[in-house]
Every structure is written in C-alpha cells, then in structure tokens.
Nanobody, 117 residues
C-alpha cells in the first residue's frame, strides 16, 4: 500500500507563488510516475503536470511556463513550483502516483490552493 500526503497549499494573491510537496510512503517500487491534478468546485479533476521516475515531464497547456514539476526519488517526493498564480488556479490540488508494476493508482487527500485577485 502507498500513502500520499500533500502540503504547501494556502492563500496567495494573484501573481504570487506557492510550492506544493507530496510525500509518498509505503511499498513504493521504482517504475512509477507521479503527478499533480486539480479540481475546482463544479469542475472535473484535471491534469496539471506529471513526471516519470526518470524525470520526463508533461504539463497542461494552461500551466506551461508558470509551473514546474520535479521529484526527489531518494525521498519519494514530488514538488510543484507554481509561479504567476491566477485566480483561475484556485482548486484542490491532488498528488497522484501510478505504479506500473502493480498496475495501481494512488491519490492523496489534496491541498487547497486559493488565489485572490
């Protein structure tokens, strides 16, 4: 079993920055990908960014050049540096881990990001 715990959310003014962290614990195998998703009230959960174990990244178009995803495999952590935040970035941000060996997906409980105008 794998547990994911997010942290770093909060309230920030438009144009500001936040850094989200996600710590994974439990039975973690090396062949995995981690990522960040978000869900705003009344909307579907959507991909923000994802990163493979080897460091390949993929970003949603709406965050390119503003957000950066990174990971520390030794610490089993993934990060999301968010710059130039906009009110429309307000959402609950979830961490996701995909275990390709066990073919399982794990989610964290989410951390709230609120951007005021």
């Amino acid at each position: 079993q794998v547990q994911l715990v997010e942290s770093g959310g909060g309230l920030v003014q438009a144009g500001g920055s936040l850094r989200l962290s996600c710590a994974a614990s439990g039975s973690i195998l090396g062949i995995n990908a981690m990522g960040w998703y978000r869900q705003a009230p009344g909307k579907q959960r959507e991909l923000v960014a994802e990163i493979t174990y080897s460091g390949s990244t993929n970003y949603a178009d709406f965050v390119k050049d503003r957000f950066t995803i990174s990971r520390d495999n030794g610490k089993n952590q993934v990060y999301l540096q968010m710059n130039s935040l906009k009110p429309e970035d307000t959402a609950l941000y979830y961490c996701k881990l995909v275990d390709y060996i066990r073919v399982r997906t794990y989610w964290g409980q989410g951390t709230q990001v609120t951007v005021s105008s």
